[in-house]
């Protein structure tokens, strides 16, 4: 699979910086997947479960209290107000 | 010559217990000085993080319509104070104030005990300051910004430099500064570019508060820090001078008492 480069940053810092292969979160629209190769886009993201799929298969599930999803052409970047990842 | 010496004793004996103080203080800020700077640089990078973006979206033509970013020629400023929560921090407060004497008419917004102490406003202490705190500031803030009740909006902070020094500033929000560095890239925006771009501000506003707040607590803690090394110095050196006159005071009285035995004794 292909992969694309993941931040995800909240005041406390950068809680995910790496290579990751899906991401899913849900936008003001609607819930919305990342995958690499994602056109240009920018929406801001409601409170939800935000599931990132690394290379490895595993999947990581954290929870954001809203934020902004940018996707641009080199990397993928999650600012959120407050994030912690599930145990 | 017994008054002197009594009286020296006295000195001593409270020039050491603030040597005490202040070599309890200075542990106390250097066991504090690891946690703020690392709460510091993740602020930070967060901060780096939303102007990266920030800037990114000003470059889109749609947004530079956004009431956020018009400039006016207006002088009405909001300020927010962040200042230290106690002193004894050598000129960290000082300076902040100093620096705001520049701008008298401002409205304040504190943050800070010596901050809340000086202008009304609610108690928020510099060191428990969260990111709901700094939420609540900026919705205030973006909404005001918007009625025109002001034309500016700027954080009065300290810069932190190094363990050393450190620098107050103030770092402007609002309006946005345009970018001329990054470059245009045409972007897909959900719903629209204007609702992004207000959505995202105070998120922008209070994310920078948030980052400026640390910072300026790092460099409270490292001021704090390095003022009372050189006050435990100067107090050691106090004390030492203060001995050496004990002693001579001391020895002084024994070398009379001897003469005047020795002279009573040859009579």
Request: charged share 25%; hydrophobic share 40%.
């Amino acid at each position: 699979m292909k992969t694309f480069p993941l931040k995800i940053s909240s005041p406390e810092g950068d809680l995910f910086h790496g290579e990751a292969v899906k991401l899913i979160v849900r936008g003001v629209e609607g819930e919305l997947a990342v995958l690499a190769g994602h056109i240009p886009f920018v929406t801001p993201v409601k409170t939800c479960d935000c599931k990132v799929e690394l290379e490895d298969g595993e999947e990581k599930i954290g929870t954001t209290d809203g934020g902004l999803l940018t996707v641009s052409g080199e990397k993928v970047v999650l600012l959120s107000g407050s994030f912690a990842w599930k145990e | 010559m017994g008054a002197d010496i009594k009286q020296l004793r006295t000195r001593i004996k409270s020039v050491d217990s603030t040597l005490h103080l202040t070599k309890a203080m200075g542990l106390v800020a250097s066991s504090k000085i690891r946690r703020a700077t690392e709460s510091m640089n993740r602020g930070k990078e967060y901060a780096a993080a939303l102007t990266e973006t920030v800037e990114q979206l000003s470059t889109y033509e749609e947004c530079r319509k956004s009431p956020y970013m018009k400039a006016t020629d207006g002088d009405r400023l909001c300020l927010l104070v962040v200042a230290g929560d106690r002193g004894l921090a050598g000129g960290y407060n000082a300076n902040i104030f100093r620096l705001l004497k520049e701008y008298p008419d401002a409205e304040i917004i504190p943050v800070g005990k010596r901050a809340c102490d000086r202008f009304p406003g609610k108690l928020l202490y510099a060191e428990h300051f969260t990111y709901a705190d700094a939420k609540e500031i900026a919705d205030r803030i973006c909404r005001e910004f918007i009625e025109g009740k002001f034309d500016r909006f700027g954080v009065v902070c300290t810069k932190y430099i190094s363990l050393m020094s450190q620098e107050a500033y103030v770092r402007w929000l609002l309006p946005l500064q345009m970018s001329e560095s990054a470059k245009s890239v045409s972007a897909v925006f959900e719903p629209d570019e204007i609702t992004v771009l207000n959505a995202v501000i105070p998120e922008y506003v209070a994310g920078m508060v948030v980052a400026s707040v640390k910072e300026s607590f790092a460099g409270e803690v490292a001021a704090r820090r390095v003022a009372m090394d050189s006050a435990g110095k100067n107090a050691q050196e106090m004390i030492d001078r203060l001995g050496l006159e004990y002693n001579r005071a001391r020895q002084g009285a024994i070398t009379q008492e001897i003469t005047e035995i020795v002279a009573g004794s040859g009579s």
